[in-house]
């Protein structure tokens, strides 16, 4: 669910490509695949435990496993680059 409230499907190459762009600069090294896998596994757990899974809940997520995986920099970049948009 968008931040509107509209049901869209969801593209995960958005997610790959965003955080990619937000690991861009900071020194991190993430690569594609990484990055891909990092977006299924939160999307994994977001499906599993909700009906709905809204933009805030992915963010949220993205930015939680980032920082689990000591990438500081690049989830500090995210959380800001969602934050924009």
């Known amino acids: 669910m968008k931040r509107s ?13 965003s955080i990619m762009k937000a690991n861009e600069g900071t020194g991190e ?8 896998y990092l977006a299924d596994a939160v ?26 995986r000591d990438l500081w920099l690049t989830a500090r970049q995210y959380r800001e680059f969602k934050k924009d948009a």
């Open 5 to 17: 409230g509209n049901l869209v499907f969801f593209d995960d190459e958005k997610l790959v490509s």
């Open 43 to 68: 999307l994994g757990r977001l499906v599993k435990n909700n009906a709905i899974v809204t933009t805030q809940m992915i963010s949220e997520g993205v930015y939680e496993a980032l920082n689990e």
């Open 29 to 36: 090294t993430l690569s594609p695949k990484a990055a891909e």
